[in-house]
């Protein structure tokens, strides 16, 4: 998927297991390329083609106590 190549994504979620390329993630992003040439916000990449930016941290959750 040569298009996608050099794209910055989100992880989103873990899709499963993949017997050969191990790993597989559901990544966002706007005009990615899926394996049937159409085009869409996701993807499912393999752990090893992804590469983590350095630097950029993932959003931290705000939590709040509340009383019933």
Same mark, same amino acid.
């Given at each position: 998927? $040569? ?5 910055r ?6 899709? $499963?297991e ?10 966002? !992003? ?37 009383? !019933?």
């Open positions: 998927m $040569g298009k996608n190549l050099g794209r994504v989100r992880v989103v979620s873990l899709q $499963g993949h017997s050969k390329l191990g790993r597989i993630w559901r990544c966002a !992003a706007s005009n990615l390329m899926q394996f049937d040439g159409s085009y869409n916000d996701w993807a499912d990449f393999a752990a090893s083609w992804l590469q983590k930016i350095d630097g950029v941290k993932p959003k931290e959750t705000q939590t709040e106590e509340l009383t !019933a």
